[in-house]
Structure formats: structure tokens, C-alpha cells
């Protein structure tokens, strides 16, 4: 229900805001802006996501399938599941839902998007096989959904590219800073579900995994910045990520074939679902983007950022962080609106600016939590979220607030 009030009020609010700018500010462009904007999401949903994801999907389902018969991902559940069936405490020891969850969770460690969808939507499947209710997200989904909004990346790989791009003279300056705004905004996450859920985190299990995962972060910060220059690091981060999603690909035929499997015949097997889940996913895309779209055009989050401008210099608190604001208030709606809005940041006020390294590590804070709540829900026909938005969020906010501390103390 909580989304339907969502995609309904997207709507109205971007009426209302329109009809004020029409009638009060005389803008007669306003409703043809916000019409234009929803044809091109709907295009956009069809044709750059959901058609050229289907390529994607076909590829990396046939993958994981290689990966299942080679026993692959039955050994990543196995590895994983002391700390998993804490925090997954529905999803039963070695089930296949863990690996593919870790599968999803390691390709966005990597920063590799294009293979964490396919990943994540299978993991999403899996999952559904054990809800008993199929139209409304179990506990374990909304688990799993937050901890992928939340975005965790350890090689922010896209946005160093893009700092290149525009001439930054360390294009990597905010590897560190987005570093620890995402994993923030991921153990709230873990947090606020886990709460909701009543899952008891204080135990030595997860204290233990919690506690390695932060000791393994923060060696590995220490590592690259000790041991590597800074265009050492950008190489590292281009090679090191595409290079393991690579030797994974061969491990799990090479895996298949120590077991005499058909290899080819498997991926073709996996591989038929790709089509069919891209085409599920078609109608639930085009809605979200749309209104989307509509509360974009229609100025709305330009007038929060005004407001919320106001109301921290009434507090008497440094505004310089304002104006990146837009770049967090979207980066929820939509990743490719908030990455114009970073690029827009840096051309604004500079590359290597406060302002443009903030919107930097916006972007790089958290994951598009509207757009994946329907991607992933709308893929197993899940309606009923519950509290999945609003924990979404609660991570998202707690990714901005890391975000804006770590900047005035990188770089304030």
C-alpha cells in the first residue's frame, strides 16, 4: 500500500506544484515540460532499460545457472550462512536464495551495476519460492532489498571516470569518503530491518562478521592509500573489478566441467528466463519512472532544496553544503537524474570543488531505492511492500548525513 500512496501523491503534488507556477509565476511552459517528461521515461523504461537489460539478464541467468550446477553457489551459501541465517533467519541454511543474495552483494561491491541487476533479480526469485504470501514482500526480501538500496561500493569506478572526465586533477579523491558513507547507510540498514523484524544483532556471530567486514574496509583503505598512488588506484580499481567478475565466469565452468556437466547446454537453460523477466518487469518500470519523472519536472525538489536552505540558515548552521542537495534528494527517484545532477554540481561550482566532490559522494552514498523496490518487487509480482520503502529511506538518509560529515572533514 505505502507505494501506491507514493505513485499517487508523485502525482498530485506534481499537479499542484504546476498549477502554482502556472497561476502565480505565469511559467506556460510547466505542463508541456512535465508531459514531455513522462513520454520520455516511458521510452526510457522500454528502450534503455528494460530491452537492453534483457541482453544482460539472458547472459548472466545462463551464468548463474552454470554456477548452481557447478555447485558454486551452493558453496557461497555454505560460507556465508552463519551470518545470513542471523539476519535471514527465514531463508533456510544453504539454500540457493544466499548465494545468489552474496552473488548480487559482491557485484555492487565491485561497483559492476550491469552484473548485480541480473544477480539481484535472481537472487529476488529465489527468495520468492519461500514466501507464502506472493503478492506481499516477506521479511528476508525486504531485508535483502534494503541492503541493496543502501548501495554499499567499494570501487565507486563510474564516478571516478566521470571526475576524469570533467578534468579533476584526483579523480579518486572521494574512493574513502564514499567508502564510509555507504557502509553507514548499509548497517543502518541492517539496523532499522532488523529492529522492525526483531532480530536480536548482539550476538557474537554477527558482532564477529560486522566487526570483520569493518576491520577488512578499513585495510583495505589503509592499503590503497599506503602502498598506491593515486593514478595507481584508479588503475587498480578499472582492473581489479572487471577482472574477478571475469575469472568468476571461468571458475563456474570450470567448476561445471569438473562435475561433467553439458556447460553450454546449461547456460542455454538459465539463459531463457532473461526475455520473459525483462518483459514482467516492463509495466512496473514505466510507472515508477514516470512519476518520477513528473515530481522532477514539475520543480518540487527544487523547492525542497529552498526550503531546506531556509530552514538550516534559521538554525544558524553552514549552508555550503545546500546546493548538493539536489543530487541526494534524487539519487532515491533515480540514478541517471542524479548522476546529471552531480555532473551539473561540478560544472556549476567546479570539479574539485566542495560542492562537486559533495555531490560526488551523494551519489555514491546509496542506491536508487524507488526504482528498485519496482525492479525487484515488480519482477516476482510482489505489491504489498510494507516497511521496505521506508527503512529504504531511513539508510538513504543516513548515507547523506555520513556523506556531509566526511566531506567537511576531507575536505571542508
Known sequence: MALNYIWIGFFLVGFLAALAQWIFLGD??????????????????????????????TLWLGIMNIGEKAGAIGWLAKLISPFFSRIFPEVPKDHPATGHMVMNFSANLLGLDNAATPFGLKAMESLQTLNPHKDTASNAQIMFLVLHTSGLTLIPLAIMAQRAILGAKDPSDIFIPCMIATYVATVTGIIAVSIRQRINL?????????????????????????????????????????????A????????????????????????????QTSLTIIPYLVGMLVAISVIRNSGVLGYIVQGLEWLIRLAGLDTAFTPALPTALMKPLSGSGSKAMMIDAMKTYGVDSFVGRLACIFQGSADTTFYIVALYFGSVGVRKTRYAISCGLIADLAGIVAAIAVAYVFFG
Open 202 to 246: 548482539l550476538n557474537g556471530v554477527v558482532l564477529g562478521w560486522l566487526g570483520g567486514m569493518t576491520a577488512a574496509i578499513a585495510g583495505f583503505i589503509w592499503y590503497i592509500t599506503t602502498f598506491l598512488t593515486k593514478p595507481e588506484i584508479e588503475t587498480f580499481s578499472k582492473v581489479a573489478s572487471n577482472l574477478i567478475l571475469f
Open 28 to 57: 506556460t511552459e510547466i505542463f508541456k515540460r512535465i508531459i514531455d517528461g513522462t513520454f520520455d521515461s516511458a521510452k526510457m523504461g522500454v528502450m534503455d532499460i528494460a530491452l537492453p537489460l534483457a541482453g544482460v539478464m
Open 248 to 275: 568468476i565466469i571461468v571458475v563456474f565452468i570450470v567448476g561445471a566441467l569438473r562435475r561433467g556437466v553439458n556447460v553450454y547446454e546449461s547456460f542455454i537453460e538459465g539463459a531463457k528466463g532473461g526475455i
